[in-house]
């Protein structure tokens, strides 16, 4: 069955970089895109971005351009999400999602807790 | 960029009766490409609804989406106990994706 398994929650200071990993089982990773969504405490849902694993290419919410970077490994079927410069607004759950060809998330991960506080 | 704007915020009903959200876009939403999501405390969003009007794998026929170009809707036309959450739509036909800020479907 299709499961995507995130890393652990994580603490970080203010100005520093946090790197969430989202592990793929159950399907063709290559096949879909991976995009990454969060959600700050008590509040709705933020698209970040995605990556497509077969090539490594990647799309940018405007307002992380610059500080976000997705990446793949397909060894191991994973992607990763890295947001540097973190401030106390970043505190969030950050979701990975696949997505195919013209649909949308049909499956999330369970989400990774980011704190950031001095 | 594509702003999506539910209502209500919060729709408080008892089981067994019907709910209607709205979803209304800034622009029209290319190819009717507008889904739904039911989120429960604690769990990561479900996708519920795609292209408008599909339902996704694991949800009853009790709940049924409608509409196209900027007007969408979600309905559950008899709540259940279980269907008590927060219902999010997005629009994934034009980039950058975006979500609506959710309706709260809470117990009366």
């Known amino acids: 069955q299709v499961q995507l398994v995130q890393s652990g929650a994580e603490m970080k200071k203010p100005g520093a970089s946090v790197k969430v990993s989202c592990k793929a089982s159950?399907?063709?990773?290559?096949?879909?895109?991976m995009h990454w969504v969060r959600q700050a405490p008590g509040q709705g849902l933020e698209w970040m971005g995605w990556?497509?694993?077969?090539?490594?290419?990647?799309k940018y919410a405007q307002k992380f351009q610059g500080r976000v970077t997705m990446t793949r490994d397909t060894s191991i079927r994973t992607t990763y999400m890295e947001l540097s410069s973190l401030s106390s607004d970043d505190t969030a759950m950050y979701y990975c999602?696949?997505?195919?060809?013209?649909?949308?998330?049909?499956?999330w991960g369970q989400g990774t807790l980011v704190t950031v506080s001095s | 960029e594509i702003v999506l704007t539910q209502s209500p915020g919060t729709l408080s009903l008892s089981p067994g009766e019907r709910a209607t959200l709205s979803c209304r876009a800034s622009?029209?939403?290319?190819?009717?490409?507008l889904a739904w999501y039911q989120q429960k405390p604690g769990q990561a969003p479900r996708l519920l609804i795609y292209?408008?009007?599909s339902r996704a794998t694991g949800f009853p026929d009790r709940f049924s989406g409608s509409g196209s170009g900027t007007d969408f809707t979600l309905t559950i036309s008899r709540l259940e106990p279980e269907d008590f959450a927060v219902y999010y739509c997005?629009?994934?036909?034009?980039?950058?994706?975006?979500f609506g800020q959710g309706t709260k479907v809470d117990i009366k």
């Open positions: 990556i497509y694993p077969n090539s490594g290419s990647t």
């Open positions: 159950g399907y063709t990773f290559t096949d879909y895109y």
């Open positions: 292209g408008a009007s």
């Open positions: 999602a696949r997505q195919y060809s013209e649909s949308p998330h049909d499956f």
């Open positions: 997005q629009q994934y036909g034009n980039a950058p994706w975006t």
């Open positions: 622009q029209s939403v290319n190819g009717n490409y």
